[in-house]
C-alpha cells in the first residue's frame, strides 16, 4: 500500500482493502502406549471425531494416574515413522468452540519430504498444562490429499471450560496449547471477554498485536474477519519496511496457495495467538484473490478457470484453518454458520464474497483513486438483484436472527455496512464500492428485517485496515432513521491503510467531517477487544505503534460502550 505513487497510478488495492484497482497408511506405527490402551474403540468412529476424515477417539474418565508416558516421547520412537523431522512447524490451533466440542488442528509441516500417504496423529485434550488430566485423546489422519492437514473434533468436553492440548507423531510432540469451550443454550454467562481483527499482509508489517493479544488475561475466542493471507506475487503492494515472501508468483494453484499459507504460519506470534485461544475464522477476498466477486474474478478471467482457481483457494483455506466444517469438494463451498456463548452472545459468521455480485463498473471518482471509489451507481446498488450475500445465506441470516435467544446477535463479517459518502450530502452518495454502500438496497433488506428482531445487534467488521465505531440505519444517509444497531470495526494486524497518500488522507478526513454516523476513525494497525456482560459490551481499540517492528508497544488508544437495549457506542 506504500506504493501508493505505484506505477499504476492507483490506490492499491490493499491499501484500501477490498477496493478495486483497475478493472480487473503408510500408518505411523507409532502409537503411545499410554494412549493406544485408553483407545478402547478401535473401529468405533463415531464415538469422537466426526468432521471429515474419520477419526478414532475416546472420552476418558479421570485419568488413571498422571501418566508418565503422556509426558515423554520415549515409547513411540521406536517403529519406523514417515516423520523424520519436527513436523510441527506450522504450530497446532483450535477453533469453532461448542458446549461440548472444539476442533483441533494442525498440519505436519516437516522439513524433510512426507509421503503421499495419510499419517495417524496423536493428539491429546487435558485439564492441566503437564496434561496429568487428560480428559481425551485418540488418533486423527494427517490426510495427504489435503496437505496432511489434521482437523478434530474433540467431543464430550464440559462447558464453558479450559483445556490444553496437543499432537504427537513419530516421536515429536507439539508445544501445548490452550483451548476452550462455549457454554450451552440456556445459560447467561457473566461475562464473555474476546478480541477480533483480520488483515495480516505479510510484506506490510509484522505481528506486534498477537503479541499484545497473547498478553490479555482471561481472553475466550479470537474472531478473525479475512484477507489471513495475501496472494500477491512477492512486491505486490509490498512495503519496503517489512518483509518479503520470497515467492514469486500470484497464488493460482493449490501447490502455490500452500506455499503462501506454510509461510505465513510460520510465524511466531500468529503461532502464539493460536495456540492461546480458539478462532472463529472467516474469510474475505485475499484468500482467493483481490475484490473477486462470486465467480468474477479482479480482472475477468474465464469464469471456469476462475471457479477452479477459487476450488484450489477454498481447499488450502480448509487445510489451514480450524474450523468446523468437511473440507471442499470443489468451487462451492459454504463456511457460513453460526455460533454461540450460551444465550448471551451468538456469532453469525458471514461470507460477503463467494455468492456476490460484481462491483459496479462506473467511472473512477478521482484517478488517484482507481476504481476503489465512484458514484454510486443507483441501477446498481439499489438493485434487488445486486446482492452481497445471496438469496440462501440472507434468509439463513434472517431466520437464524429470528430464531436465536442470544442477547447480543453478532454478525462476523468483512466489509463497513456504516456507509460513507466522499462528498456532503450528495445524491446518489460517492462510495466505497466493494463495501455495503454498494449494495445498499440488500443493506436496506437486511437491516429493516434484522434490526427489530435482534434484542442487541453488533456488527463486527475488518477488511478496511482501520478501525471505526458507527451507529447503523438501513439508509446510512438518512439520519431520520432509526439506529438499529452498532458497528466495530478493527483494524489491521499488519496490512497498510493508506499511509503517505495525502489525496486519500485529505479525502478520509473530509468524509469524517460529513458523515456523522462514523463516530469513531483511527487507520493505525491494531485490534479490537470486547468485554460482554448482559447488560453491557465495552470494546477496546488497540493500536500498534510500528507495524515494522515485531516488538512494538500496543496501547488502548479508545474505549467504547453499548448499553443493552440502546444501539450505538457511547466513547468512555
Ligand atoms: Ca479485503
Ligand atoms: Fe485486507
Given at each position: 500500500m506504500d506504493d501508493a505513487n505505484g506505477t499504476e497510478g492507483h490506490l492499491p488495492p490493499d491499501g484500501s482493502p477490498g477496493w478495486r484497482l483497475s478493472r480487473r497408511g503408510f500408518l505411523a506405527a507409532t502409537i503411545a502406549a499410554a494412549v493406544a490402551a485408553c483407545s478402547s474403540n478401535d473401529g468405533d468412529t463415531t464415538?469422537?471425531?466426526?468432521?471429515?476424515?474419520?477419526?478414532?477417539?475416546?472420552?476418558?474418565p479421570p485419568p488413571p494416574e498422571p501418566s508418565a508416558a503422556a509426558t515423554t516421547s520415549a515409547p513411540e520412537t521406536t517403529l519406523a515413522s514417515p516423520v523424520v523431522s519436527n513436523p510441527f512447524t506450522l504450530g497446532v490451533a483450535s477453533g469453532d468452540p461448542l458446549p461440548d466440542s472444539v476442533i483441533l488442528w494442525t498440519r505436519l509441516s516437516p522439513d524433510s519430504a512426507l509421503p503421499d500417504e495419510d499419517i495417524d496423529v496423536t493428539w491429546e485434550v487435558a485439564r492441566d498444562n503437564s496434561f496429568a488430566e487428560l480428559v481425551a485423546s485418540g488418533t486423527a489422519p494427517a490426510i495427504a490429499a489435503l496437505?496432511?492437514?489434521?482437523?478434530?473434533?474433540?467431543?464430550?468436553?464440559?462447558?464453558?471450560?479450559?483445556?490444553?492440548?496437543?499432537?504427537?507423531?513419530?516421536?515429536f510432540e507439539s508445544e501445548p496449547a490452550r483451548t476452550r469451550t462455549f457454554a450451552p443454550a440456556g445459560v447467561v454467562p457473566e461475562r464473555f471477554r474476546f478480541a477480533f481483527s483480520s488483515c495480516q499482509n505479510w510484506e506490510q508489517g509484522y505481528y506486534a498485536a498477537y503479541r499484545d493479544l497473547v498478553e490479555q488475561d482471561g481472553l475466550e475466542a479470537f474472531v478473525f474477519l479475512g484477507d489471513y493471507i495475501y496472494e500477491y506475487e512477492t512486491g505486490g503492494y509490498a512495503d519496503p519496511r517489512g518483509r518479503s515472501t520470497g515467492q514469486k508468483f500470484e497464488c493460482k494453484t493449490v501447490d502455490q496457495y500452500r506455499q503462501r499459507y506454510a509461510l505465513y504460519k510460520t510465524d511466531p506470534l500468529l503461532q502464539q495467538a493460536h495456540a492461546s485461544v480458539p478462532w472463529v475464522i472467516t474469510w474475505d477476498d485475499h484468500e482467493v484473490e483481490n475484490d473477486y466477486a462470486g465467480?468474477?474474478?479482479?480482472?475477468?478471467?474465464?469464469?471456469?478457470?476462475?471457479?477452479?482457481?477459487?476450488?484450489?483457494?477454498?481447499?488450502?483455506?480448509?487445510?489451514?484453518?480450524?474450523?468446523?466444517?468437511?473440507?471442499?469438494?470443489?468451487?462451492?463451498?459454504?463456511?457460513?454458520?453460526?455460533?454461540?456463548?450460551?444465550?448471551?452472545?451468538?456469532?453469525?459468521?458471514?461470507?460477503?464474497?463467494?455468492?456476490?455480485?460484481?462491483?459496479?463498473?462506473?467511472?473512477?471518482?478521482?484517478?488517484?483513486?482507481?476504481d476503489a471509489v465512484q458514484v454510486r451507481d443507483n441501477a446498481v446498488a439499489l438493485s434487488p438483484e445486486q446482492t452481497m450475500l445471496g438469496e440462501t445465506?440472507?434468509?439463513?441470516?434472517?431466520?437464524?436472527?429470528?430464531?436465536?435467544?442470544?442477547?447480543?446477535?453478532?454478525?462476523?463479517?468483512?466489509?463497513?455496512?456504516?456507509g460513507?459518502?466522499?462528498?456532503?450530502?450528495?445524491?446518489?452518495?460517492?462510495?466505497?464500492?466493494?463495501?455495503?454502500?454498494?449494495?445498499?438496497?440488500?443493506?436496506?433488506?437486511?437491516?429493516?428485517?434484522?434490526?427489530?428482531?435482534?434484542?442487541?445487534?453488533?456488527?463486527?467488521?475488518?477488511?478496511?485496515?482501520?478501525?471505526?465505531?458507527?451507529?447503523?440505519?438501513?439508509?446510512?444517509?438518512?439520519?431520520?432513521?432509526?439506529?438499529?444497531?452498532?458497528?466495530?470495526?478493527?483494524?489491521?494486524?499488519?496490512?497498510?491503510?493508506?499511509?503517505?497518500?495525502?489525496?486519500?488522507?485529505?479525502?478520509?478526513?473530509?468524509?469524517?467531517?460529513?458523515?456523522?454516523?462514523?463516530?469513531?476513525f483511527d487507520a493505525r494497525r491494531g485490534y479490537t477487544l470486547c468485554d460482554v456482560t448482559p447488560t453491557s459490551w465495552r470494546s477496546t481499540f488497540r493500536a500498534v505503534a510500528d507495524q515494522f517492528d515485531e516488538a512494538s508497544p500496543v496501547e488502548t488508544v479508545s474505549t467504547w460502550e453499548i448499553t443493552a437495549g440502546t444501539p450505538g457506542a457511547v466513547a468512555v
Open positions: 464415538s469422537g471425531a466426526s468432521i471429515g476424515p474419520t477419526s478414532d477417539a475416546t472420552t476418558l496437505g496432511h492437514s489434521v482437523h478434530v473434533d474433540v467431543q464430550g468436553l464440559e462447558p464453558d471450560s479450559e483445556y490444553t492440548y496437543r499432537f504427537r507423531v513419530g516421536g465467480a468474477s474474478s479482479e480482472n475477468d478471467d474465464d469464469v471456469d478457470a476462475f471457479r477452479t482457481r477459487r476450488a484450489a483457494a477454498y481447499q488450502v483455506w480448509y487445510e489451514h484453518m480450524p474450523v468446523r466444517l468437511d473440507p471442499p469438494t470443489g468451487p462451492d463451498y459454504q463456511i457460513y454458520r453460526s455460533l454461540a456463548h450460551g444465550d448471551l452472545l451468538r456469532f453469525h459468521v458471514l461470507d460477503t464474497r463467494q455468492y456476490r455480485s460484481d462491483q459496479q463498473r462506473s467511472a473512477p471518482f478521482l484517478p488517484a483513486l482507481g445465506q440472507r434468509g439463513w441470516l434472517i431466520d437464524g436472527m429470528a430464531a436465536s435467544d442470544a442477547i447480543w446477535d453478532v454478525l462476523a463479517q468483512q466489509v463497513f455496512m456504516f460513507g459518502n466522499a462528498l456532503q450530502g450528495t445524491d446518489p452518495p460517492v462510495i466505497v464500492v466493494d463495501t455495503w454502500d454498494g449494495y445498499a438496497g440488500e443493506r436496506q433488506v437486511l437491516l429493516e428485517a434484522i434490526g427489530p428482531v435482534a434484542d442487541n445487534l453488533v456488527v463486527l467488521t475488518g477488511d478496511f485496515h482501520s478501525a471505526a465505531v458507527a451507529d447503523l440505519r438501513s439508509d446510512p444517509f438518512d439520519a431520520s432513521l432509526p439506529v438499529v444497531g452498532t458497528e466495530l470495526m478493527a483494524s489491521s494486524i499488519s496490512s497498510s491503510f493508506f499511509d503517505d497518500d495525502q489525496t486519500v488522507e485529505d479525502l478520509v478526513a473530509g468524509a469524517l467531517q460529513t458523515n456523522p454516523q462514523i463516530k469513531y
